[in-house]
């Protein structure tokens, strides 16, 4: 079973995207966090639970408590080899070119996605995930 | 007589020749009376004892003869009375007589005459005999007989008193001829002292003449020797003027005059060589090359000096100017020459107080650890040493910047052994350029704030409109009612979320549109307690205590509303951000600035015991716009934003000391 990660501290995006994946496909298991702190604890509770870790993460930037660009330090950090096993996908409505080039800078960022994600996009990721043409 | 050298000798040669004539004359004579009384010897003396000799046996044969031949005349003593009486005894008689005219002694002639006497006598009474015995018959005569008797009694008195005569004159003639002999050898001794003592006075006039020679003449001359090759090996020392007149104290004099010229050009030369070039020097003569020469070189050096010093002076004058002076540092003696206008900046002129030490204790504090790492990096690496940094002149205490620059000087092992260099007091161009830097970094700031202002309303704004776009979206796509409820709540949420976000923006362009905020000065109490009204809630709310230790005096110059601002936001935070469980406790202090930042005259300090900060993870971004820390559904994230901006704008700074857990320390430094 397929499983996504969104980490966003706008509870009325975190709905939105929530809709829209399961508008394209309703198997797929959605997880939320509010913050980088609340997703590292997640993480971190599903490798004790050696549960499967999810294949593709959604993630803002701009958080409270640990924000995007911490988290992304520490699940480097936790996961070594992440970007074999998650795609990570960072959101932002940021239109600042600055944001793009340090994610993209990043081994384990799969791509920079500016908010509302483009409907293309989210299809294509989706589809990737599900194996679904 | 002259009392030179040649006089002297010439007198101790005279008298040795002299010694030598005397003697010789003497010699002579010694030998002239010894050869005169030998003569008198041989040819007087000894003849005159053997006639008288002669004369005496004779006589005695005579009184014999004529006594024998009375009482018994024979033919043959006839003859030999015949021989006697007309040969031999005349023959004496006038050899005698012959003999005697040389002599000198009038005794002896006077007894030669009694001899005489006695002798005439005698040959006439022995003529008488024989006249009267001649006749043939006188032998019978008595009376005869008597009278011939009575003449031989009277020849023979009369013949020992001549032999007794002749024997004393003999006596006599061998005792003065004794004397002549004790003379002689007298003269002969005396020869012998004469040519002994002549010799001693020859060898002690030479010993003299020669001890004269050698302390008068050669060991003066061997000292003169000896300053001349000194001269020659060019050391000089002078010559002490002689007081003698003679050629060795007019020759020594001459070279004292001579050293003394050389000395006094050497000391003309050594105080050309020190630079002083106004020093009177009087030419020996007019043919004194070497006193012309160094004239001619004094008057030279003179001239170039004077151009230098003109030059220097111009140099000096160009460093005063532009307020650059030089140094020269030795490394081993820690202590630094400099031009005045270095000692005019540093303010340091006593020659004894030129240390590094001293210079490096006008250093700032807060520069010191700068120069000395540039000082010990420098001379470590042989690099140039180039620092601006700031000191407290020495005297006056004034603030000046300096520019210092500093070129090694290296030994054969590649030490640095000394540092030339320069230092410009650069105070006004650097005010300046800190103007400057003030101006660029307050542009700066300004355009950082634009550009996040930017941001912030491209995020923000968009974050809304997507959202709402979304939601939108959504509702069209839904088929379910219980759904289509969900999102129009969402919309509403998302609508009132939009409006804040305005506001907000509102109020920062507001704020950011002054340029000039109104600046009075303020009772801080009274501020504080307006605020703590305001979060009476808040307060009550939480059950925090609130402790202000701000005094009824105290007074700041500050903008009303942005103090205002600044009390709300921080101890609002402090309220907000409790740590659960844990009764708020918010401290409020207000100090004097101390230490050495003089730009702030006190602080503001709000101290809480809450959930504190994590400074490691969020120190940089904690007065950024938009920014939350805790998840806490008041947090805007605009309250800190505001109150830097605000506190940025009345000249202060914030300053922030926190630990997850156990509170956070605001300290607000005001102007």
């Known amino acids: 079973m397929s499983?996504?990660?969104i980490i966003d501290d706008d509870k009325i995006f975190q709905f939105i995207l929530k809709k829209r994946i399961e508008n394209i496909n309703d198997s797929i298991e959605i997880l939320t966090a509010e913050n980088g702190h609340e997703a590292i604890a997640l993480f971190e509770s599903m490798l004790a639970e050696q549960q499967p870790l999810p294949q593709d993460v959604f993630i803002d930037l701009n958080m409270p408590v640990i924000d995007g660009w911490q988290f992304l330090d520490e699940i480097e950090k936790l996961i070594p080899d992440i970007a074999n096993k998650v795609n990570i996908y960072v959101c932002s409505t940021s239109i600042a070119p600055d944001d793009k080039v340090r994610a993209l800078g990043y081994n384990i960022v799969k791509d920079f996605l500016i908010k509302d994600i483009a409907d293309e996009d989210l299809v294509r990721i989706i589809y990737e995930l599900t194996g679904k043409a | 007589m002259n009392k030179s050298i040649a006089g002297k000798l010439l007198r101790t040669y005279l008298t040795i020749i002299l010694?030598?004539?005397v003697a010789g004359i003497f010699c002579l004579y010694v030998l002239h009376m010894s050869r005169a009384g030998n003569e008198e010897m041989v040819k007087n003396n000894l003849p005159s004892i053997d006639e008288l000799k002669l004369m005496k046996g004779d006589m005695l044969e005579l009184k014999k003869l004529s006594n024998s031949w009375a009482f018994a005349p024979n033919k043959r003593d006839k003859e030999r009375l015949d021989v006697l009486l007309q040969n031999e005894l005349p023959g004496i008689k006038i050899r005698l007589q012959l003999l005697s005219t040389q002599w000198k002694n009038n005794s002896e002639i006077v007894a030669l005459d009694k001899i005489y006497a006695q002798y005439d006598s005698t040959i006439a009474a022995v003529n008488n005999i024989i006249s009267i015995l001649t006749n043939d018959y006188a032998v019978a005569n008595e009376q005869a007989m008597e009278k011939v008797d009575v003449l031989n009694r009277t020849i023979a008195k009369t013949i020992s008193a001549n032999d007794k005569q002749i024997g004393s004159l003999i006596t006599i003639k061998q005792e003065s001829l004794i004397q002549q002999q004790e003379h002689i050898a007298y003269l002969m001794r005396m020869l012998y002292i004469m040519l002994s003592c002549t010799m001693v006075l020859i060898i002690t006039v030479s010993i003299f003449s020669l001890r004269y020679s050698e302390n008068k003449i050669a060991k003066p001359l061997l000292e003169l020797q000896k300053s001349i090759l000194m001269m020659a090996q060019g050391q000089v020392l002078p010559v002490t003027v002689s007081k003698r007149n003679d050629e060795i104290g007019q020759i020594q004099n001459a070279i004292s005059i001579m050293i003394e010229g050389v000395l006094e050009k050497i000391h003309f030369a050594e105080n050309i060589g020190k630079g002083h070039y106004d020093q009177e020097f009087a030419l020996l003569s007019e043919q004194d090359k070497l006193g012309t020469s160094l004239v001619s070189m004094r008057n030279n050096l003179a001239k170039a000096n004077h151009a230098l010093l003109e030059q220097e002076h111009r140099l000096i004058e160009a460093q005063r100017i532009a307020r650059i002076g030089n140094f020269y540092y030795q490394v081993a003696e820690e202590s630094y020459q400099s031009s005045e206008t270095l000692d005019e900046i540093l303010g340091i002129r006593e020659e004894g107080d030129k240390t590094m030490q001293n210079w490096m204790s006008l250093v700032l504090p807060e520069f010191k650890e700068q120069v000395f790492t540039a000082a010990k990096h420098a001379i470590k690496e042989n690099k140039l040493f180039s620092e601006q940094y700031k000191i407290h002149q020495y005297g006056t205490g004034k603030e000046i910047w300096v520019a210092v620059k500093g070129e090694n000087n290296v030994d054969e092992h590649g030490r640095v052994v000394?540092?030339?260099?320069?230092?410009q007091d650069i105070s006004e161009t650097k005010t300046l350029e800190l103007e400057l830097n003030n101006s660029y970094h307050i542009a700066t700031e300004q355009n950082k704030r634009l550009s996040n202002?930017?941001?912030?309303?491209?995020?923000?704004?968009?974050?809304h409109a997507v959202n709402i776009q979304g939601l939108l979206k959504l509702y069209q796509q839904s088929t379910k009612e219980k759904d289509k409820a969900e999102i129009f709540d969402l919309l509403l949420t998302a609508g009132g979320r939009l409006d804040e976000t305005m506001h907000h923006l509102n109020e920062i362009i507001a704020m950011q549109g002054t340029l000039k905020v109104e600046v009075v000065a303020l009772n801080l109490e009274k501020h504080i307690a307006h605020t703590l009204n305001?979060?009476?809630?808040q307060i009550s709310g939480k059950d925090a205590k609130i402790i202000s230790h701000v005094g009824p005096t105290a007074t700041v110059n500050?903008?009303?509303?942005?103090?205002?601002?600044v009390l709300l936001n921080l101890i609002s935070n402090a309220i907000k951000y409790s740590y659960p469980g844990r009764r708020p406790e918010v401290v409020i202090d207000f100090?004097?600035?101390?230490?050495?930042?003089?730009n702030y005259s006190s602080i503001l300090q709000v101290r809480d015991n809450g959930l504190g900060i994590d400074m490691k993870l969020h120190g940089h971004k904690l007065f950024g716009m938009y920014k939350t820390f805790h998840k806490n559904p008041d947090a805007k994230g605009l309250g800190l934003f505001l109150v830097k901006y605000q506190i940025d704008a009345m000249g202060g700074k914030i300053e922030v000391e926190s630990e997850p857990n156990n509170g956070t320390t605001f300290k607000v430094y005001i102007k």
């Open chain 2, 591 to 598: 100090y004097a600035a101390g230490g050495s930042d003089t």
């Open chain 2, 534 to 537: 305001a979060l009476n809630v």
């Open chain 1, 3 to 5: 499983k996504v990660l």
């Open chain 2, 418 to 423: 000394s540092v030339f260099g320069t230092m």
């Open chain 2, 19 to 21: 010694s030598m004539i």
């Open chain 2, 558 to 565: 500050y903008n009303p509303a942005y103090l205002d601002s």
């Open chain 2, 453 to 463: 202002f930017s941001y912030i309303v491209s995020h923000n704004l968009r974050m």
